[in-house]
């Protein structure tokens, strides 16, 4: 029996699929850089939908690791493109997949890291102190000239992939696509396995978990470092879409437009990510061209859904969240 969100999730895809065949029918490339700016932030929520959306992890402070996929895509590719060693005398490289794959164990570390010791506490404190090591790491963006300090990184020509142009709009669109794909699968899996049950299970009632033998900060550790490696790719895509990355990327504005994205979408709904991201743009290309104050919209739409529909958008279509 197909369900009311499974056919609101239908018709995203569709939505999704049909941007380029629009962008391309009425000779409008831009659609596809608006298109693919909604993949990317849709990718860096899907991260934290899973903190959370199943933890229940309230973070102001995952900016870090978008910022930091960032700017190792952006030093990879400087490093490369002037042939300079890096730390250590390794070389730089301009190939996508690497660069995702070190963007995935630089952030997965210092997710490590920060969350070891964020995670011993909980509440107002968790959000302050994940903020904190957050603006550490912004101001140590800010204080690094050898790769631009406040005024960031340029980079001027696009990382590729083997066999794509990815200096093309729609080549460049269709990776994105399919890596945010793979972080909706990842977070379905996770949901529905026995990992996504315990998580939910210590957001609900911490103590019974642990009575049941699982330690719930061995579990939340898990997903914190989870998504800070979804979001750390999404940041090094992000990098690679302007072609500059800055401390910007890092800011708690950041962290604060990503928890917008999943509670306009919907906290915990697999599509929520995508449907907040694609709101936020629209409005933002939309409005931003009529008024400078166009958040002035997005806060009262917001306002809206938390006093009107708590489920999110998604939450208002479907009705009542089906798990599994």
Same mark, same amino acid.
């Given at each position: 029996?197909?369900?009311?969100?499974?056919?609101?999730?239908?018709?995203?895809?569709?939505?999704?699929?049909?941007?380029?065949?629009?962008?391309?029918?009425?000779?409008?490339?831009?659609?596809?850089?608006?298109?693919?700016?909604?993949?990317?932030?849709?990718?860096?929520?899907?991260?934290?939908? @899973?903190?959370?959306?199943?933890?229940?992890?309230?973070?102001?402070?995952?900016?870090?690791?978008?910022?930091?996929?960032?700017?190792?895509?952006?030093?990879?590719?400087?490093?490369?493109?002037?042939?300079?060693?890096?730390?250590?005398?390794?070389?730089?490289?301009?190939?996508?997949?690497? @660069?995702?794959?070190?963007?995935?164990?630089?952030?997965?570390?210092?997710?490590?890291?920060?969350?070891?010791?964020?995670?011993?506490?909980?509440?107002?404190?968790?959000?302050?102190?994940?903020?904190?090591?957050?603006?550490?790491?912004?101001?140590?963006?800010?204080?690094?000239?050898?790769?631009?300090?406040?005024?960031?990184?340029?980079?001027?020509?696009?990382?590729?992939?083997?066999?794509?142009?990815?200096?093309?709009?729609?080549?460049?669109?269709?990776?994105?696509?399919?890596?945010?794909?793979?972080?909706?699968?990842?977070?379905?899996?996770?949901?529905?396995?026995?990992?996504?049950?315990?998580?939910?299970?210590?957001?609900?009632?911490?103590?019974?978990?642990?009575?049941?033998?699982?330690?719930?900060?061995?579990?939340?550790?898990?997903?914190?470092?989870?998504?800070?490696?979804?979001?750390?790719?999404?940041?090094?895509?992000?990098?690679?879409?302007?072609?500059?990355?800055?401390?910007?990327?890092?800011?708690?504005?950041?962290?604060?437009?990503?928890?917008?994205? @999943?509670?306009?979408?919907?906290?915990?709904?697999?599509?929520?990510?995508?449907?907040?991201?694609?709101?936020?743009?629209?409005?933002?290309?939309?409005?931003?061209?009529?008024?400078?104050?166009?958040?002035?919209?997005?806060?009262?739409?917001?306002?809206?859904?938390?006093?009107?529909?708590?489920?999110?958008?998604?939450?208002?279509?479907?009705?009542?969240?089906?798990?599994?």
């Amino acid at each position: 029996m197909i369900t009311r969100e499974r056919l609101v999730e239908i018709t995203l895809v569709l939505l999704l699929a049909a941007v380029p065949i629009a962008a391309q029918l009425l000779n409008e490339p831009f659609y596809l850089t608006l298109a693919t700016r909604v993949a990317i932030l849709g990718l860096a929520a899907v991260g934290l939908n @899973i903190a959370l959306g199943l933890g229940g992890l309230v973070s102001f402070g995952h900016a870090a690791f978008f910022g930091v996929g960032g700017y190792v895509a952006g030093v990879l590719a400087i490093h490369a493109f002037n042939g300079t060693p890096m730390l250590l005398g390794l070389p730089g490289t301009k190939l996508m997949p690497f @660069i995702w794959i070190v963007a995935i164990l630089v952030s997965g570390l210092v997710a490590l890291g920060i969350g070891a010791l964020t995670l011993r506490t909980s509440g107002v404190y968790f959000i302050m102190i994940t903020l904190a090591f957050a603006q550490m790491i912004y101001y140590f963006a800010i204080s690094w000239p050898a790769y631009g300090g406040e005024d960031g990184l340029s980079f001027y020509v696009r990382n590729g992939f083997p066999g794509v142009d990815t200096l093309k709009p729609l080549p460049f669109l269709l990776i994105c696509y399919a890596l945010l794909a793979l972080g909706l699968i990842l977070f379905q899996v996770l949901r529905k396995s026995r990992f996504g049950a315990a998580l939910q299970g210590a957001r609900q009632n911490e103590v019974r978990v642990a009575a049941t033998g699982i330690s719930p900060y061995r579990i939340r550790l898990v997903a914190f470092v989870i998504w800070a490696m979804i979001t750390g790719v999404a940041g090094a895509l992000y990098a690679d879409l302007n072609r500059f990355v800055s401390p910007a990327m890092l800011s708690w504005h950041m962290s604060g437009e990503l928890i917008v994205l @999943i509670v306009l979408g919907g906290v915990g709904r697999r599509f929520g990510p995508v449907v907040g991201a694609g709101l936020y743009v629209l409005l933002e290309y939309w409005l931003g061209g009529i008024t400078e104050r166009w958040q002035l919209f997005l806060g009262l739409m917001l306002l809206g859904v938390v006093l009107f529909a708590r489920g999110g958008l998604i939450g208002l279509l479907a009705g009542k969240p089906r798990h599994g």
